[in-house]
């Protein structure tokens, strides 16, 4: 055993270094070898107990099973040729313009986003994106961009937009009516002001022609099946969320029916498709959860409720612009799913409730498009674009995001700080 002194400090730098790991990936390793390592070395070391992960790793079983249904919906999607479909529907309605195509990309994954949540936008939307481009023959930059942009601006429009909403008030979400009117009008104002600066940054990429001779495609029964099960989905994730349940199990559940029954009826082999999703992902929410849970035995959930008293002590508009912009940034450090356990943990501690709380949920969804490891939907959206053999560095996405997310949190953070005054 390590002795306790040691043991303080060696156990926040391997979190720390796991993290930074993670933000910078040398040599091109994927984000989860460096996570899941360094939850693996904290087990080995025995600077943890092997209680305490099991815990952490049981903590993100709904999250696994949200991923898995929505990862198996976008490779059975795939397959049956919707995102084809999707692709010359958008394609013809662009009529040439890369300006209109653009904004057709932005509604639809803000409509997706919304009633699937920000995962979805990232593994069921990108592919069919990459195929719109790749058809209109463009740069497809700016479409990508969106995608991953969207599924935070977004994410908090409704309790199911995000699973870090349902993370962060684990001990109980708002009613339906209460939620719409605390984050109504800062979602409406988080999707308006990352468009603008979307539009802006992109605005030379826009101007090029895009196919006009795409042929249309016809979707097969098969296809028509996938979309049916997809509109049953969202209706069973809108009743999970009103009646406050989980949403990971009836997502697989809703995922393994409708690949069971389509594979049936096209004679296909279902298994291809388990092969496809990114297990990868799985473990590195595991070790998010691990290394989340070890900082909280180092008295982190302590630390985090001085700093919100201290807010506190502010005015609440103060107080609710400095708690968004510090857990916006943060999430960066940590990733938005294990941050919101602890600020969960903390609001729920402090007692704190009305507009800090807001903040701190808006900071939750909306911080992560400052990088490419600030949510579990960017880290998603980056896996599906190297599947199709594209990348986009952690700089890249930086020069986007350092503009986007500020701009967009600070509408969204005035526009709870408004609804709160009336």
């Known amino acids: 055993m390590i002795p306790s002194p040691v043991a303080h400090i060696l156990l926040p730098a391997i979190v720390l270094i796991s993290l930074i790991l993670m933000l910078v990936r040398p040599r091109g390793i994927t984000e989860f070898w460096w996570i899941s390592g360094g939850a693996l070395l904290l087990i080995a070391l025995r600077l943890i107990p092997l209680s305490l992960a099991g815990k ?4 993100g079983t709904d999250v696994y099973l949200f991923l898995i249904g929505m990862m198996l919906l976008s490779e059975l999607a795939r397959e049956q040729g919707v995102f084809d479909w999707v692709s010359s529907i958008a394609v013809r309605g662009a009529k040439g313009s890369s300006a209109r195509l653009f904004l057709l990309v932005y509604l639809v994954g803000t409509i997706v986003t919304t009633f699937m949540s920000n995962d979805a936008t990232a593994v069921v939307l990108t592919p069919a994106i990459l ?17 991953a942009m969207i599924a935070n601006a977004a994410s908090f429009v409704l309790p199911i937009s995000n699973p870090a909403n349902l993370v962060l008030f684990h001990w109980g979400m708002p009613p339906l009516g209460q939620w719409l009117l605390s984050f109504g009008v800062p979602s409406i104002l988080s999707i308006a002001a990352t468009y603008t600066v979307l539009r802006l940054f992109f605005r030379n990429d826009l101007r090029e022609p895009i196919a006009s001779n795409v042929e249309p495609v016809a979707l097969t029964p098969e296809g028509k099946m996938v979309l049916t099960g997809l509109a049953l989905m969202i209706a069973v994730l809108l009743t999970a969320s009103a009646m406050n349940k989980d949403l990971g199990p009836p997502t697989c559940l809703a995922a393994l029916v409708i690949t069971a029954i389509v594979s049936a009826k096209s004679k296909s082999n279902p298994l291809k498709l388990f092969r496809e999703i990114s297990w990868g992902t799985l473990l590195l929410v595991a070790g998010l959860f691990i290394l989340v849970d070890a900082a909280e035995s180092q008295g982190t959930l302590q630390l985090t409720q ?13 107080g609710a612009l400095v708690v968004g912009f510090v857990v916006g940034i943060a999430n960066n450090l940590v ?3 294990p941050l919101g356990l602890i600020a969960g943990g903390t609001i729920q501690a402090a007692h704190v409730k009305g507009l800090l709380a807001n903040a701190t949920m808006i900071g939750v969804d909306l911080g992560p498009n400052l990088s490419v490891t ?3 939907a960017t880290i998603l959206w980056l896996i599906a674009l190297r599947k199709e053999k594209l990348e986009v560095s952690f700089w890249k996405f930086l020069q986007v995001g350092a503009i986007a997310m500020p701009v967009a949190l600070a509408a969204a953070l005035g526009g709870a700080i408004l609804m709160a005054r009336l």
């Open 306 to 318: 001085r700093w919100l008293a201290e807010a506190q002590r502010l005015t609440p508009a103060a």
């Open 131 to 147: 195929a719109v481009v790749r058809k209109a023959k463009i740069t497809p930059l700016p479409y990508l961009f969106v995608c």
């Open 335 to 337: 990733n938005n799913l």
């Open 374 to 376: 600030g949510s579990l």
């Open 56 to 59: 952490a790793v049981a903590e």
